[in-house]
């Protein structure tokens, strides 16, 4: 630790905020997050701590885990600003409320700081008069009757009053505006709060494209009735939310993995576009609204909404973790989907849909396992944390997928010969010709795999996009309209 020597030209020491200033997340949150990751029963530990005090609170949380600072967002142009002021001479601070074992590891991390004030287990909460009266201490002890402040929030209002410089990061514009009353010369690094654009792509607006297999029983019954129709479409814009808010958690809950991957670093959670609280109160606002919407479409909807809710969280906070069980759990949540539809149309669900779509689900479970194992292997990198696969296991995990990618269309050709078909089709043997369509789409998905085409994306994500997939599509459409109404 170096101590600066005050000069009549030396500028004063600047501390700096960690939490929303240095890095735009909040390392309270993100260490709960994680102690909740680890075991989601550790968050009645948290509401039992939460009676002891905002000091004694972050202290039993730091005892209990803390956030890799190599894997924390940070705000790129303060950190370069604040590298041109240590290299000009200027002391840097690291101050905070958060525990002082956090903030000491931060420094460490950046090695940019001079010394580090934070919340010690046998003192106050650091904010606002706290952190004032530390700094003031501090910077006397160094030398220095004058310091500059850097924060973000109200509560850093209280500190800037006595500063002599000040610096606003990420502050609201209300913020900002009370700080520039008081010094008008404030240098300010503009917030820049998250787009609309930002914020679709952080509840994945694009996957409510899952939410279409809803469809599938009223387009198999060969249903026209417009209130099924209308139905479903509700049910549609329910299940978007209530799969956007559970994607927010998922996302919540793997913050410090998605960092450190090629692609979802640059998730706007994980990239800190978007805050952990914004994301928490967008998650309720939806998963609220998605259940009003299904009430509206019906009970028995409402329990397939919650059904679907319940194995999610369950797989976000434990699920995904085992091997094999995983898989299992996204082709089942797949054919939820479909199950769900039915109910809300009102319309029977037919075995034979439901096999087909497990077996060809499970294969698309595996397809997304196998394409991130190719990537690992190529890379030559170790699994990600949390996941339950190795490379080794491609060779096992591939013939699977393959299998039942296979037993998928199986299962329709003995569909073509049942009494099922011929209640729905005038000609069903036209179904034949959709057969080795469906192989074709199957063997291929699994050479791009093989080839490493589908960079980690989502298998459905990436047959959207695809044309052949929607050739392939129309082709079996046509087909069966074919066998509908015969020639």
């Known amino acids: 630790m170096t101590e ?17 200033t240095l890095t735009p997340t909040d390392t309270l949150y993100e260490s709960a997050l994680l102690l909740v990751r680890r075991q989601p029963l550790n968050l009645l530990r948290l509401l039992t701590w939460l009676p002891l005090g905002k000091a004694a609170f972050k202290r039993r949380l730091a005892d209990a885990v803390r956030p890799d600072p190599a ?34 590891e931060v420094s460490d991390h950046l090695g940019l700081f001079d010394d580090v004030l934070g919340t010690e287990a046998d003192g106050p909460n650091l904010c606002r008069a706290h952190k004032r009266e530390a ?54 690094f503009e917030q820049t709060p998250p787009s609309l654009k930002t914020v679709l792509r952080a509840i994945r607006l694009k996957q409510w494209s899952k939410n279409a297999l809803l469809f599938v029983p009223l387009l198999a019954a060969h249903s026209l009735d417009p209130a099924a129709w209308g139905a479903v479409l509700l049910a549609f814009v329910a299940f978007g939310l209530c799969a956007s808010a559970t994607y927010l958690v998922n996302d919540l809950l793997d913050l410090p993995s998605d960092r450190v991957h090629r692609l979802k670093r640059h998730r706007p959670l994980a990239a800190g576009s978007v805050s952990i609280p914004h ?20 009970a028995g909807f409402t ?60 294969s698309l479970a595996l397809v997304k396992r196998c394409a991130e194992l190719e990537e690992l292997a190529a890379e030559d990198k170790p699994p990600a944390p949390g996941r339950g696969y190795q490379p080794r296991d491609l060779v096992s995990l591939r013939a699977m997928g393959m299998a039942s990618g296979f037993l998928a269309v199986m299962v329709l050709t003995l569909y073509i010969d049942s009494q099922g078909s011929r209640a729905h089709y005038r000609q069903p043997e036209w179904l034949w010709a959709a057969a080795p369509l469906a192989l074709l789409w199957v063997m291929r998905i699994w050479l791009k795999t093989g080839r490493r085409e589908l960079h980690g994306e989502d ?29």
Request: charged share 15%; net charge neutral.
């Open 4 to 20: 600066p020597t005050a000069t009549a030209d030396a500028p004063c020491p600047l501390y700096v905020d960690l939490d929303g």
């Open 71 to 104: 894997t924390l967002p940070y705000h790129e142009p303060f950190v370069r600003h604040l590298m041109t002021e240590r290299e000009q001479g200027r002391s840097l601070v690291l101050a905070s409320a958060a525990d002082a074992r956090i903030v000491r």
């Open 135 to 188: 700094i003031a201490a501090h910077a006397r002890a160094q030398g220095h009757e004058r310091w500059a402040y850097a924060g973000n929030s109200r509560d850093d209002l209280s500190v800037w009053s006595g500063a002599a410089e000040a610096v606003a990061v990420n502050a609201p514009p209300s913020v900002v505006a009370s700080l520039q009353r008081e010094h008008p010369q404030a240098q300010v």
């Open 279 to 298: 994301a928490v109160v967008l998650g309720l606002l939806m998963i609220t609204l998605a259940f009003v919407l299904a009430w509206h479409v019906s």
């Open 303 to 362: 329990a397939m909404l919650l059904l679907y809710t319940i194995t999610t969280l369950a797989y976000s906070l434990q699920l995904k973790r085992l091997p094999l069980i995983d898989v299992l759990v996204l082709a089942a949540l797949y054919t939820l989907r479909i199950g769900a539809g039915a109910v809300a149309a009102q319309v029977e669900l037919s075995n034979w849909l439901l096999a087909i779509s497990m077996f060809l689900f499970l």
């Open 459 to 487: 298998p459905l994500q990436f047959a959207l996009r695809d044309g052949f997939t929607w050739l392939v599509v129309l082709l079996i459409g046509g087909i069966g309209l074919v066998a509908k109404i015969g020639l």
